[in-house]
């Protein structure tokens, strides 16, 4: 059983910055992929970065440049650095992971964050 837990969301003006982070706990979490996805209001959730259990980092093109997606395996954490926000990036993001041989997709409970002035 794998349970992850977000913290760092919040209000922020346009051209702020958070930081995201999730706590993961359960075995095997260190040797699976994990995830950041976002779920803007009245639209459907949607993948932002993602990081491999190797370190191996992919971005959707909409937050290239601006959000940097990073894990520490010792610590059993995944943190989404966020900067230059812009009020688009509004919504509840979540983490998520999966298990090497695992169907299943593990969630948190997610974190509001809002950007407006």
């Known amino acids: 059983q794998v349970q992850l837990v977000e913290s760092g969301g919040g209000l922020v003006q346009p051209g702020g910055s958070l930081r995201l982070s999730c706590a993961a706990s359960?075995?095997?979490?260190?040797?699976?992929?994990m995830a950041w996805y976002r779920q803007p209001p009245g639209k459907e959730r949607e993948v932002l970065a993602a990081?491999?259990?190797?370190?191996?980092?992919n971005y959707v093109d909409s937050v290239k440049g601006r959000f940097t997606i990073s894990r520490d395996n010792a610590k059993s954490t995944l943190s989404l650095q966020m900067n230059s926000l812009k009020p688009e990036d509004t919504g509840v993001y979540y983490c998520?992971?999966?298990?090497?041989?695992?169907?299943?997709?593990?969630w948190g409970q997610g974190t509001q964050v809002t950007v407006s002035s």
């Open positions: 359960g075995s095997k979490v260190s040797s699976g992929d």
């Open positions: 990081v491999t259990a190797s370190g191996r980092t």
């Open positions: 998520n992971a999966r298990l090497p041989y695992n169907p299943i997709d593990y």
